[in-house]
């Protein structure tokens, strides 16, 4: 039993100072591309972490800091849809399936598997993207993904169906910089 | 032994949140969404603000008496008192506005300050505004044997405070404690009241139906006049980007200083049905389209 604990303690540190790198800052875009009526809700405030050692692939978002660009719509997202005050994040968590070798300047195309989780319900997803070794030795990464609302039990009214789309494209922008 | 399970534990927790990124809200004091459905709630202004660069169009009815019946088609016949408003903020918090209700043709300058926001978290627990505003009556007066009314006399002016809270993702209440002053309230003008100074205490509820629907309530005792008191009852609907508001209301009153003095009808038998239909523009700003 004290070994393990001794164990642990020496496999902290290691833990702290492995390959992995973080955003504060990252930027969150889900475009609505209804019938009548087209509105993207943004955020740059994705908080996320690429750990390669681990092979751990964890973002969030304070889906408070969406904006559409009209406050009550947000306020009605919020409250209607979203309802930001039980479920206040979006959140991934998965690994790569492969992790690329991130040749300083390639862009390499990745999948990553996880879960996804917003207004409470969680799903497995597979999400391609983009990931990139800049020369200043931060990893860019873009992806895009589609979420369908309906998967997530949010009810959209048949009222309100030509001013918001099932279906959310979201996209994914961020820099992670090496944490040290 | 019990011990070393505890340290296990703890470690096991400092491990898995070295694992993953701990979820922290960007705002801990994140102000609660939507106490009312609108900036109006029946004829009361409520608590709920507009964002810097958006603009809030409001057109109010109320028609005639339900009691005239079929023949009347339930007061339709009877002619609206209309009221459009338009209110724009210059910043997340003030805002100002100018309304015009067809009865005795009042134009209304307004302003509405929120003063404090309730948050989730209840630190703070209730939202806290101020408006207040001058009419000025524009009815001709030509008919009268005496001479008309110069602008001052034609004017008008209210005050109140809106105190308001979410109990729950349900219920809302809000107290507005309100005041009027008419400069020469005439007899020929078309209120009840004769007095120039009227204090009232608005009650304004809300309760939520459906996610998108609430039951709405409004009690105005007047508290220095024999008048009777305000009341109503309604349906808040939002649909897209409007929140159509329907009500029965014992007066036909729109702007504030006219509910205070107009005097209201016996609540059941005098009931007249209103109608608002709100919606908020974006100005000065790309995406126009809600």
Known sequence: MRNLIIAFLFFLPSLAFSQSFKTESGEAIFLSKAPLNEFTGESEKLKGLIDLEKNLVDFYLDLNTLKTGIGLRDRHMRENYLETDKFPFAEFTGKMKSIPALNTGTTYPVAVVGKFKIHGIERNVEITGNLQKTSSGNLELKAKFDILLGDYEIPLPKLVFYELAEKQEVSINATLKPVK | ?290
Do not use: C
Request: aromatic content about 12%; glycine content about 8%.
């Open chain 2, 1 to 290: 032994m019990m011990k070393k399970l505890a340290v296990f534990a703890f470690l096991m927790i400092s491990f898995s949140s070295f694992a993953q990124l701990e979820r922290k809200l960007e705002n801990e004091n994140q102000p609660v969404d939507l106490i009312f459905h609108a900036p109006r709630h029946i004829n009361i202004l409520t608590v709920e603000p507009l964002d810097k660069k958006s603009m809030h169009f409001a057109i109010m009815h109320t028609f005639g008496t339900l009691n005239g019946g079929i023949e009347n088609l339930f007061g339709l016949d009877n002619g609206a008192n209309i009221q459009f408003s338009f209110e724009f903020a210059l910043t997340d918090k003030l805002s100002a506005g100018i309304s015009r209700s067809s009865r005795d043709k009042v134009y209304n300058l307004y302003g509405r300050y929120l003063l404090l926001e309730q948050t989730q978290n209840d630190k703070m627990p209730f939202s806290l505004s101020l408006a207040g505003g001058a009419g000025v009556n524009t009815s001709r007066y030509d008919f009268l044997p005496e001479p008309a009314p110069n602008f001052s006399e034609r004017s008008s002016y209210f005050g109140q405070v809106m105190l308001a809270r979410k109990f729950s993702e349900k219920i809302s209440l809000q107290l507005t404690p309100m005041m009027a002053y008419f400069v020469d309230p005439r007899s020929v003008y078309q209120i009840e009241g004769d007095q120039n100074f009227y204090l009232a205490l608005g009650l304004s509820g809300k309760f939520k139906v459906t996610d998108r629907s609430s039951l709405t309530l409004q009690y105005i005792p007047n508290l220095n006049s024999d008048l009777r008191s305000n009341v109503g009852i309604g349906w808040d609907v939002e649909a897209g980007g409007h929140v159509f508001q329907m009500y029965f209301v014992t007066s036909q009153a729109l702007n504030e200083q006219y509910l205070l003095a107009g005097g209201n009808g016996v609540p059941g038998e005098e009931f007249r049905l209103g109608f608002n239909v709100n919606r908020i523009f974006a100005i000065g700003q790309k995406k126009r389209k809600y």
